[in-house]
């Protein structure tokens, strides 16, 4: 069986145990480069993904990120940001990881090892046909992702494998995402260069499947929840910029429109109030551009 890329030994970095910090700094930095160009090869995979993630989001489906330790890290990391980035439910994108909750601090032995535990964590969250899967590993062959992947694709549901591994027989999902970045600078440490590119990925997939849903307003997140300070800073600026309005105006507007930057924009833009701004927007699917009578440019 030939060895996953991920496994082999770097030529590169050969010698790294005993370079100058400044040196191993250029050691990884000329690796990194790789990253670009590996994600670059597989752009148009990654926007089938993002079209097969889109597709189950519009139609009441979810996302789903499946893997262990990094890679199921990961997925959790990009499934968290999705509600307070975008506004959306926190059950809408879900990072499952292998081991648990407790294995996104502690490293749980054996747990990507077993193929069932794949099944039974999507089965918790009732995975069904709507959903899309998208199985993170990087050597694109760990059993706790494989047996995920099988029974959604038993169920008719989108699957999705990202993996860095050109090497072998991969699960014939309806989107690889096979990044080739190459051996790590440490050997066998997906964490480096297989991880920052499925990082990459996973931020493309899910934010351009957010934007397709009409989440984002040109390069706007016009869905965030202002939680905190720095976002209720940003929703008001959010507001100035959109809706072509000073401060003291979008303070007064975004609260007429209870928060909803999409609200106060339109109100701001069409000079209209908060209840014809929702219908309007409602109207427009909620793509704020079109509630707006602006063109799509596509």
Do not use: W
């Not at 990120?65 to 975008?86: H, K, N, Q």
């Not at 994108?93 to 794949?118: C, M, P, Q, S, Y």
């Not at 997939?205 to 706007?220: D, F, H, P, Q, R």
């Amino acid at each position: 069986m030939q060895q996953a890329l991920t496994e082999t030994r770097n030529p590169r970095s050969l010698y790294i145990d005993r370079v100058n910090t400044r040196d191993a700094v250029k050691v990884f930095l000329q690796e990194d480069l790789a990253i670009h160009k590996a994600i670059e090869a597989c752009q148009a995979n990654i926007a089938k993904a993002a079209d097969l993630a889109y597709a189950s989001l519009a139609k009441g489906g979810r996302l789903v990120y499946i893997g262990a330790g990094t890679s199921g890290r990961l997925g959790v990391l990009d499934a968290s940001e999705c509600p307070p980035t975008f506004g959306v439910p926190n059950d809408m994108v879900i990072g499952l990881i292998a081991g648990g909750d407790k294995a996104l601090r502690d490293a749980i032995e054996g747990a990507e090892d077993e193929k069932e535990g794949g099944v039974r964590d999507l089965k918790s969250i009732d995975f069904n046909k709507n959903d899309t899967v998208v199985g993170i590993t990087a050597s694109g062959t760990t059993p706790y992702v494989v047996g995920a992947l099988e029974y959604a694709k038993s169920l008719g549901a989108n699957t999705v494998l990202m993996c860095c591994n050109p090497y072998g027989e991969l699960f014939p999902a309806d989107a690889l995402i096979d990044m080739a970045v190459g051996p790590e600078v440490i050997a066998g440490s997906t964490r480096l260069k297989s991880g920052t590119a499925c990082k990459m990925a996973l931020n493309m997939i899910s934010s351009i499947a957010m934007i397709k849903l009409g989440k984002v307003y040109e390069n706007l997140m016009v869905d965030v929840k202002a939680t905190n300070n720095k976002l209720r800073k940003r929703a008001l600026k959010i507001v100035m910029e959109a809706g072509r309005v000073p401060n003291y105006q979008a303070e007064a507007i975004l609260i007429d429109a209870e928060g909803s930057l999409k609200v106060a924009i339109i109100m701001a833009r069409l000079d209209v109030d908060a209840k014809k701004a929702r219908q309007i927007l409602s109207d427009a699917g909620g793509y704020l551009y079109k509630a707006l009578g602006e063109s799509n440019y596509l």
